[in-house]
């Protein structure tokens, strides 16, 4: 297969020549300046000019990121007139490195965002865009297991993060689906290859994103079964993942923040409407997931229809559904303090 070109590569090579000239005729303008004895500017070359933001992801780079990197790679960035950076998490998060201030924006999730902005050391994070419309995660097990719905995983094991949200939520399905989730039994959640775990049976069944660790364990040839969380109660059909930002940086930032989202919603517009070329770029920047090419390929597919979706724009947060997840988690003490209506988020910073 030949690789597409990606549109807009060659602006940007071209701004960047432009921009060169201009700072050639600059050195020469000053250098006439200084001749006549008048006081020589400090100069200031192009990359200096554009307001340098970090934003930090939630994982390795995959298919959920790939709208930042087209976004980088066809210089909406700049011509937004930002220098952006992207970088790992640490192991706490990059919810306490936006929080800290070492980085403008992250990448998060409702869920794991509930008990981060509550209690004593709640952290000032706020969610400013979903970068999926819909939930996109749910269980999966080995297909000989004939664990089709969610009473199916009693008997069988789970492999656990340990988090009180996620294990409520399963308790809630399981016992609504008439299963004793007392008969689940729970496992640290060990496993990276979940093709591997489940074929070799290391584990029973697992809470994956389909969009990567489904479909790469259908290309591994292990048969499955699936459910997921949002077909099943729309309470669990919340925001994953999300786009935090730093409410200090917000306040003060405001003109900088829409500059970022505009940019970035420009580079999950591109994604939707040409995969393959989008998840070329994904790769470039990527290069470790050359290896993953066909994965990364059938991800991509998958997930174009998941950036954008109910007629809405990139970036939206619908509030009822946000508020009926936060809700639950109220109803059910699982945060350490009442969350309360529009909590941690906020739709202004969305192009309008």
């Known amino acids: 297969m030949t690789k597409p070109a990606l549109a807009g590569k060659g602006d940007k090579m071209l701004k960047k020549t432009i921009a060169a000239v201009l700072a050639a005729l600059m050195v020469l ?33 995959n298919t959920n990121h790939t709208g930042i990197y087209v976004a980088l ?18 192991d ?12 403008e924006f992250g990448i998060d999730a409702q869920d794991t965002m509930a008990n981060a902005i509550t209690g004593s050391e709640k952290l000032p994070i706020t969610a400013i865009a979903a970068m999926m419309q819909h939930n996109t995660s749910g269980i999966i ?4 297991d004939g664990i089709t719905s969610p009473k199916g995983m009693a008997g069988h094991n ?106 970035l919603s420009k580079g999950y517009q591109d994604a939707v409407n040409d995969p393959e070329g989008s998840a070329y770029a994904l790769m470039e920047a990527n290069p470790e997931l050359q290896d993953s090419e066909e994965l990364v390929m059938a991800s991509q597919k998958y997930l174009a229809n998941y950036y954008i979706a109910d007629g809405k724009p990139w970036g939206y947060i619908d509030p009822a559904r946000w508020n009926k997840f936060y809700k639950w988690i109220d109803d059910n003490g699982l945060a350490e303090e009442k969350l309360g209506e529009n909590a941690g988020f906020s739709n202004d910073y969305l192009p309008e």
């Open 29 to 61: 303008t000053l250098a006439a300046c200084a001749s006549q004895g008048e006081p020589e500017p400090v100069s200031e070359d192009y990359s200096d000019a554009l307001k340098k933001v970090t934003l930090a992801l939630d994982w390795t780079p």
């Open 73 to 90: 790679a066809k210089g909406y960035f700049e011509e937004e007139g930002l220098d952006v950076t992207v970088v790992q998490p640490p």
């Open 92 to 103: 706490a998060g990059s919810a306490s490195l936006v929080a800290s201030g070492k980085a």
């Open 141 to 144: 097990s080995r297909k000989e």
């Open 158 to 263: 789970y492999a656990t993060w340990e988090m009180p949200i996620e294990q409520a939520m399963l308790k809630k399905l399981v016992t609504d689906d008439g299963g004793d989730f007392s008969q689940v039994e729970l496992i640290p959640a060990l496993v990276t290859d979940e093709a591997t775990g489940l074929s070799t049976k290391q584990v029973d069944t697992i809470w994956v994103f389909w969009g990567w660790a489904g479909i790469a364990c259908e290309q591994a040839g292990v048969d499955v079964n699936y459910w997921d969380f949002a077909s099943l109660d729309d309470t669990f059909d919340y925001y994953t993942p999300v786009l935090i930002a730093n409410n200090e940086f917000l306040a003060g930032n405001a003109d900088t923040a829409k500059a970022f989202l505009r940019a």
